[in-house]
T-cell receptor, first 114, second 112 residues
């Protein structure tokens, strides 16, 4: 158990819908990272938050948004869903900005868009 | 961004040592070398990291070349449970905006 909790574990929804994925980092961890893993794409970095502030953006679509709340949990919002958004979504947390620390990953949310 | 190059796949026999190479010729002086692995159907898992000196922990050893342009992750006795994709990542302030980006990694197969 990494200490990072992602909910829900599985989500099935229809095209055009909007979903919210939640990540609770390890206690005290200030950094949260989000990743998308499709079968043919590997792990794609989406976004990084540190202590409530956005620090870096990767290949995140405009239909996707994220935020980190004062209690440090984070949510990834996916809207106008398309079939291609079906993937595993992982979040990771680390206690600082992560250069000299390890990061801990959750077990992921499997999103299926039908 | 500083990038890494790893072989697509490697094979090892169970209970033998495994040396997983990583080239990072454009590494900057402040980049840390991190290794993560991803077992099937799981999230990535931290393995080890270092800056200049070789590092050991309960999972593996990390050997860093003197010029830091390459490194090797060493699994001392491979088990079937070590079959995974291994990622070598550079993390530093030069590429802070994209400092936790995964490449394709090396898929390690362990044969019984």
């Amino acid at each position: 158990d990494s200490g990072v909790t992602q909910t829900p574990k599985h989500l099935i929804t229809a095209t055009g819908q909007r979903v919210t994925l939640r990540c609770s980092p390890r206690s005290g961890d200030l950094s949260v990272y989000w990743y998308q893993q499709s079968l043919d794409q590997g792990l794609q970095f989406l976004i990084h938050y540190y202590n409530g502030e956005e620090r870096a953006k990767g290949n995140i679509l405009e239909r996707f948004s994220a935020q980190q709340f004062p209690d440090l949990h984070s949510e990834l919002n996916l809207s106008s869903l398309e079939l291609g958004d079906s993937a595993l979504y992982f979040c990771a947390s680390s206690e600082r900005d992560g250069m000299n620390t390890e990061a801990f990953f959750g077990q992921g949310t499997r999103l299926t868009v039908v | 961004d500083a990038k890494t190059t790893q072989p697509n796949s490697m094979e090892s026999n169970e209970e033998e040592p495994v040396h997983l190479p990583c080239n990072h010729s454009t590494i900057s002086g402040t980049d840390y070398i991190h290794w993560y692995r991803q077992l099937p159907s799981q999230g990535p898992e931290y393995v080890i990291h270092g800056l200049t000196s070789n590092v050991n922990n309960r999972m593996a050893s990390l050997a860093i070349a003197e010029d830091r342009k390459s490194s090797t992750l060493i699994l001392h006795r491979a088990t079937l449970r070590d079959a995974a994709v291994y990622y070598c990542i550079l993390r530093g302030y030069n590429n802070y905006g994209q400092n936790f980006v995964f490449g394709p990694g090396t898929r390690l197969s362990v044969l019984p």
